[in-house]
């Protein structure tokens, strides 16, 4: 069995269009993720090569595109495509993803709303 280790990109901050009301796809907010993908590290940590891992940087600008892109109602189907996105790269295995709105249209007072999709190969 091979290792599972960990590549986290957290707080990732990209302004979006997202949600189910009008004003929201207009004037849009601030999304935040975090994401863990599971893969070996084994191959880079030999090689010190980059090519050997997923490079953090190149999919930080994936995610942010996709979060900047086309709107969707619910950032639980932000979180699929966010997901889907990292399981592009065949050595990694699962993802979790997790996409906070803190500025939702909620009467109440609260810090944070989020939802976390768990995703892997079959």
């Keep these: 069995m091979s290792a599972v280790d960990e590549i986290t990109l957290t707080g990732l901050t990209v302004f979006g269009y997202h949600g189910i009301f009008d004003f929201e796809r207009r004037q849009g907010q601030e999304f935040t993720i975090d994401l863990t993908l599971q893969l070996s590290l084994a191959a880079a940590a030999r090689s010190d090569d980059v ?72």
């Design 51 to 122: 090519t050997d891992t997923v490079h953090y940087g190149e999919l930080a600008d994936t995610v942010a595109a996709i979060v900047a892109g086309e709107p969707v109602n619910l950032i639980e189907t932000l979180a699929e495509r966010i997901a889907d996105a990292a399981l592009d790269d065949v050595r990694v295995q699962n993802v979790t993803v997790t996409v906070h709105k803190p500025h939702a249209p909620i009467e109440q007072t609260f810090a944070d709303v989020s939802v976390t999709v768990r995703r892997g190969r079959q």
